[in-house]
């Protein structure tokens, strides 16, 4: 039921901001957490870009943020007018009839370039473009639809000036980061950690709203300033990350006056370290709720608790070295279920140190070698 009112919530929030004057809404969407997002947006007709330029690595366009535009539509895309080739058999591919095609093609392309025609006779159509329309609220609707009860979009608003160019330019400039070497690299030990002071730069994923949320409280006016940019208000919904009051759906504000600070959006070790505390315990209690309601017992007869998950799930990091949330609760969810000796079989070994298997070969083999299902508990 919560995801229900959530959504209600969330669409509740967007018709009232819709409708305030001079009001602009934007929406960007958290690649990662979709298949094939760009697909998904064209399907339902959802004018959008990528926030990585067309020459960056395909797999790196489609994890990333993706900004949709509500004041305009998908643009429609023309086809060619294929009249002119009517008299030409289109089952002949001989070489005669192909070259009698191309020449003709050729020829009533130039003639319409000749008197300024640029799509040279409906041969060639213009780029299409996005359709603009009035009412952005149908095009917000659909992206509330498809992100459903994930934590995977966040709305940017400002006034009138707010323009989706000069957004998708900011967003660019947020897109990475710069945090203590420490935290972009795990590997380092509790001393180095505290120790460290060098920085490095590492992607940002501002489109989740589970990232967000632990983030902005310790966050101090410049650096509110420095990721707002020309918004004044975010909005979005961290279902790991409740207000005081419960609400998922969370409202933050540009404070007045507020001034960035030049460069990266940088995040200091205190900040990080409160973070990462505020994550890991909402990881836990994520973990924990799943086991209390699909496997409340134990294959050695237990009761499941929130202490079992949080002694089981550092080791599974760091003897694993897993560390996504599916796959930490896929691993806890397995020795749960199998028991912690299951860890000492040849199998289990093999599939673990198998150097050239990806953490997620790794997960997905393991689930595979040691099934669960409900019966099990």
């Given amino acids: 039921m919560q995801s229900v009112s959530f959504t209600d919530r969330l669409l509740s929030d967007l018709q009232t901001l819709s409708r305030i004057p001079n009001q602009r809404i934007y929406a960007v969407m958290d690649g990662a957490r979709f298949n094939d997002l760009p697909d998904l ?3 339902h007709g959802l004018s959008f870009r990528s926030l990585y330029l067309k020459d960056t690595d395909q797999d790196h366009i489609l994890t990333g943020a993706f900004l949709i ?4 539509l998908a643009p429609e895309e023309k086809e060619f007018d294929l009249s002119v080739f009517d008299d030409l058999d289109d089952d002949d591919l001989s070489q005669e009839n192909l070259l009698r095609r191309a020449a003709r093609y ?3 392309v130039d003639e319409a370039f ?4 640029e799509t040279g006779g409906g041969l060639i159509p213009p780029e299409p473009k996005p359709r603009p329309v009035s009412d952005p609220l149908p095009q917000l609707e659909k992206v509330v639809s498809l992100v459903g009860d994930m934590s995977a979009v966040v709305f940017w608003i400002g006034d009138r000036t707010l323009t989706e160019e000069a957004l998708w330019k900011h967003l660019r ?21 505290e120790k460290a002071e060098n920085y490095e730069t590492v992607l940002f994923r501002h489109a989740d709203g589970n990232v967000l949320a632990p983030l902005m409280p310790e966050m101090d006016a410049a650096q509110f300033a420095r990721l707002f940019g020309p918004a004044s208000i975010l909005l979005f919904p961290a279902p790991d990350h409740p207000s005081w009051s419960g609400s998922i759906i969370r409202k933050a504000m540009k404070p007045e006056g507020a001034v960035a600070d030049a460069g990266l959006l940088q995040f200091d070790t205190e900040q990080l370290a409160i973070v990462s505390q505020d994550t890991v315990r909402a990881l836990n209690e994520k973990i924990f709720a799943y ?14 608790s929130l202490e079992w998950v949080k002694s089981m799930r550092p080791l599974i990091k760091t003897h694993y070295d897993f560390h996504s949330d599916q796959h930490l609760l896929d691993l806890c969810t397995l020795l749960w279920c199998h028991g912690r000796n299951v860890t000492h079989e040849v199998l289990f070994q093999r599939i673990i140190n198998r150097q050239s298997a990806s953490r997620e070969d790794k997960c997905r083999q393991l689930l595979t070698a040691y099934p669960i299902n409900r019966e099990m508990s």
């Avoid at 400039?173 to 950690?193: G, K």
């Fill in 69 to 72: 535009d509500p004041y305009h």
């Fill in 106 to 108: 050729q020829a009533i």
């Fill in 291 to 304: 086991l209390e309601e699909h496997h409340p017992h134990s294959s050695e007869g237990e009761t499941i």
């Fill in 41 to 43: 947006l064209e399907e």
């Fill in 114 to 117: 000749a008197r300024g025609d």
């Fill in 173 to 193: 400039t947020i897109n990475r980061v710069s945090i203590p070497q420490a935290y972009a690299s795990p590997e380092m030990s509790a001393e180095e950690l």
